[in-house]
Nanobody
Framework: VQLQASGGGLVQAGDSLRLSCAASGRSFSSATMGWFRQAPGKEREFVAAINLSGDSTYYADSVKGRFTISRDNVKKMVSLQMISLKPEDTAVYYC???????????????WGQGTLVTVSS
């Protein structure tokens, strides 16, 4: 599966932003999809994940209640709706696909190229 993330940009604190991840390949609908982020000088961290059917979602504590992950298996798209953005959300955001686990980078075998989100205070 190939992944391409988009939708990043420069926003102010409190604003909203929606990230999208377009997938290609027949195996998309069987994969758990995740979003990770990496801020400068920090390790890549888990943000959210959604199972293959979309009926189970998982979030990092830091984004619960503010971020929502969703997927459309027909369009082969995964989205991350982000509201009430904070400066500490500033990072490069990556979408990824896995067929095992969901919360650590090592569990994901396929990654998109990343999209930069910058939140100014």
């Amino acid at each position: 599966v190939q992944l391409q993330a988009s939708g990043g940009g420069l926003v102010q604190a409190g604003d909203s932003l929606r990230l999208s991840c377009a997938a290609s390949g027949r195996s998309f609908s069987s994969a758990t999809m995740g979003w990770f982020r990496q801020a400068p000088g920090k390790e890549r961290e888990f943000v959210a994940a959604i199972n293959l059917s979309g009926d189970s979602t998982y979030y990092a504590d830091s984004v619960k209640g503010r971020f929502t992950i969703s997927r459309d298996n027909v369009k082969k798209m995964v989205s991350l709706q982000m509201i009430s953005l904070k400066p500490e959300d500033t990072a490069v955001y990556y979408c990824a696909a896995t067929w095992r686990g969901y919360s650590t980078p090592s569990e994901y075998g396929y990654w998109g190229q990343g999209t930069l989100v910058t939140v100014s205070s």
